[in-house]
């Protein structure tokens, strides 16, 4: 089956529906990077060029964070235009036609859109590269029309007309380089070439009085962004960005909170691309903990300890009962931590674990709602947090230990809810796992548990207290060495494979994190975000609830369609600061933005996750998103408990803590009961409602609470014993 999809979206070539894989490897390719439908895979001598160049861009991030370091600015802007150039070379603007179609000669009107582009983006590469090797640049106070008509005009217009030749070029053939993406490719080291050459003025400058040619090299870069957001992550984003570039000039004439003064184009643009957007804390975060994390999940692909866990998962509950469904919630969870996107997850496990469950009795929609739910969990599961820990620690200064810590009882309650939700599936349907005989044996993986060390260091070395780039560089190290423990050994070719698809792992996450500092930098210079603090403000004046589900609310909509790391980074600079002025602790107040960042890709109505598993279910997105809604409801309901009760982010006594937890996770139990309308046997609706009632209760953890749950819910329970006995379906088991 191959998956026709848009640019950006997780649907990957060839699918398989049903994995076949040996008993003792279930997980065999489980975690192989998938090809998308848009990405090019070079041979040959044009193989080996673009492979050493992403090797090169892995090593120097890592050589950089760990040996010698490189001043912040000129650091973030090698990143995003290292990215931005892989990016053209391995996305297309277009999706490719089935391998063998005929190829199509080049249009008159590609020529006319191409022509001018080349001799444009030359001519300001020739420029900026003239003015770096003499020392001619543009210092503060230079005239106005300074290299305006060699760089400034040259490099908007060829960019422009480069983008618009990559749209309207057919995609010919995924082997060979476009001319419209290698002039993107020239543009964007051009426009990096002249930031980096005037960094020192653009410092001091860009919020004053920027020279035109720093408006034009800003509005180039910002656009370049924008074409490879649209190529890894969709229009969802684009159109968000481009909605609040147009409210940067549109606010004089808006209404109420949304006013304000205006920017002239020059100031505007040239700001954006300063440390306070493209360059500030999301690419702060994406050019060190992002890349340096997923270089670590590289580590496991290429030494196929990630398989390992998969594997694990599979021995210890592929037998239970709706056993693919168990081991989706766990090794989704754990795969989804490291690799830090929700549909890139549901891609590469999904396609085992979904037709697995379909195989044991799983409807396609609610199997691939399981994996979407389960690969969205593992944005908020620690250490890792699929980066987001990262991100939350650079924005509120908060020790990322302290993040990881309260992160551990909401993140066991979500996971603990998915596998009760499964689990009572399972019950409902009188579902049995796979055959043993079709499964890893436990003993034998039970044997390989050093491969766990990666993991172990890296948690180990966190709570040692060193920084998060050793701990991870640590880790990613291991890796590498318990590989020689298996039949897998990691040499020189295999670390080399591991940093080049670490780059091209790291591409969608580079441009999503500029993009999101498009936002960002726009917020801080509009002053948005205070306003809005004061309008949320207002609304607390009546209810604090209220003010906290408009804040939920406005977290989903901003997240919808938009990977985890640029929904967190977007939401917090908009909701946190009037949450914290509400009175709210700024740790409680960027979970709660956090959660409904990254619930967003399982909400309605547009669910990414949700969608990529239905892709591989072949199941209805829409029916989809909304049961992967339903499992994954849990982590709609825990948020607006942290307001209430402290200890569920371990921020009391350890009983306080120890308490919270355990009645929340009672409470979890009987909402997956109401929500699947099973708890210890069939209940009917009107019990159901109770059941929910008991289970809210309980998950708001004061003791008159606790007491009406528990009370609630044992009488529930004799209700049911004494009126409707538990009466089973016929099983239904994975076998052949």
Not at 66 to 89: C, D, K, Q, S
Request: with cysteine.
């Amino acid at each position: 089956m191959t998956t026709k999809a848009q640019p950006g979206s997780a649907a990957v070539d060839d699918m398989p529906d049903t994995p076949k894989r040996p008993p003792d490897n279930i997980a065999a390719g489980v975690d192989a990077e998938p090809i998308m439908t848009n990405q090019r895979t070079f041979s040959g001598a044009l193989g080996l060029i673009f492979t050493a160049a992403c090797v090169l861009y892995t090593a120097f991030h890592i050589g950089v964070m760990n040996v010698y370091p490189l001043e912040t600015w000129i650091y973030r802007l090698v990143h995003v235009t290292g990215g931005l150039a892989l990016g053209f070379i391995f996305f297309s603007a277009r999706i490719f036609p089935p391998q063998g179609s005929e190829r199509q000669p080049v249009t008159p009107l590609e020529w006319i859109l191409l022509l001018p582009a080349a001799v444009a983006i030359f001519t300001a590469l020739g420029q900026i590269a003239f003015a770096i090797a003499t020392n001619d640049r543009i210092p503060t106070g230079s005239p106005p029309d300074k290299m305006l008509m060699t760089f400034g005009y040259p490099i908007i217009i060829g960019t422009v007309l480069a983008i618009l030749a990559s749209w309207t070029s057919p995609a010919r053939d995924r082997c060979k380089l476009a001319l419209p993406d290698l002039l993107l490719v020239i543009a964007a080291i051009a426009v990096g070439a002249y930031i980096m050459a005037h960094a020192e003025f653009l410092r001091f400058r860009a919020q004053v009085f920027p020279h035109p040619n720093d408006m034009y090299a800003a509005i180039a870069g910002i656009l370049l962004i924008l074409e490879l957001t649209r190529r890894l992550a969709g229009l969802a984003l684009v159109i968000i960005v481009g909605v609040f570039i147009l409210y940067g000039f549109v606010g004089p004439w808006l209404p109420g909170v949304l006013e304000h003064r205006g920017y002239a184009p020059a100031r505007f643009f040239a700001f954006i691309y300063t440390d306070n957007g493209v360059l500030g804390p999301t690419t702060a975060v994406s050019s060190t903990y992002i890349i340096l994390f997923i270089t670590f999940a590289a580590f496991l692909q290429a030494s196929r300890v990630g398989e390992y866990f998969v594997n694990f998962a599979f021995a210890a509950a592929g037998g239970a009962r709706g056993g693919p469904a168990k081991v989706a919630v766990f090794s989704s969870g754990l795969m989804g931590m490291i690799n830090g996107t929700s549909a890139g997850n549901v891609v590469s496990t999904g396609s085992l674990t979904i037709p697995l469950m379909k195989r044991v009795g799983y409807k396609p929609q609610t199997s691939a709602s399981i994996e979407a739910a389960a690969s969205s969990g593992g944005q908020i599961l620690p250490p890792i947090m699929g980066a987001g820990a990262f991100i939350m620690a650079e924005i509120t200064g908060i020790a990322y230990a302290d993040i990881v810590i309260a992160a551990i009882i909401p993140a066991a309650l979500y996971f603990l809810s998915v596998y009760f939700m499964v689990d009572k599936e399972a019950l409902k349907n009188n579902m049995r796992g796979l055959p043993r005989s079709e499964l890893p044996q436990f003993a034998k993986m039970a044997k390989q548990a050093f491969l766990f060390i990666p993991i172990v260091i890296l948690i180990g070395a966190l709570f040692m207290g060193y920084s998060v780039i050793r701990a991870g560089t640590l880790a990613m190290a291991a890796a590498a060495v318990v590989s020689w423990l298996t039949p897998f050994r990691m040499g020189p070719k295999t670390i080399l494979y591991a940093l080049e698809i670490a780059a091209r792992m790291s591409l969608q996450l580079v441009a999503v994190c500029a993009a999101a500092g498009i936002i960002v930098g726009i917020i801080a210079l509009t002053g948005i975000g205070v306003r809005f603090s004061s309008m949320l403000l207002a609304v607390a004046g009546q209810s604090e609830l209220l003010a906290l589900f408009f804040a939920m609310c406005v977290s989903i909509i901003l997240g919808m369609g938009m990977p985890t790391t640029a929904a967190y980074a977007v939401a917090a600079s908009v909701i946190a600061p009037g949450l914290i002025q509400m009175g709210i602790d700024p740790l409680t107040a960027h979970f709660f933005i956090f959660y409904f960042a990254v619930m967003s890709a399982i909400t309605p109505p547009v669910a990414l996750a949700a969608y990529a598993g239905a892709a591989i279910a072949r199941s209805d997105p829409m029916r989809t998103s909304v049961e992967s809604f339903k499992i994954g409801l849990a982590a709609f309901v825990v948020p607006f408990m942290f307001f209430y009760s402290a200890p569920l982010l371990m921020q009391g006594a350890w009983h306080e803590n120890l308490h919270a937890f355990l009645t929340a996770a009672l409470g979890i139990y009987l909402l997956a009961s109401s929500i699947q309308g099973w708890f210890f046997g069939p209940i009917k609706p009107v019990l159901r409602i109770i059941v929910l009632a008991a289970a809210l209760a309980m998950i708001g953890g004061g003791l008159q609470s606790d007491i009406i749950g528990l009370v609630v819910a044992a009488t529930v329970f004799t209700l049911q014993k004494k009126l409707a006995p538990t009466a089973l379906p016929p099983a239904r088991h994975g076998s052949a």
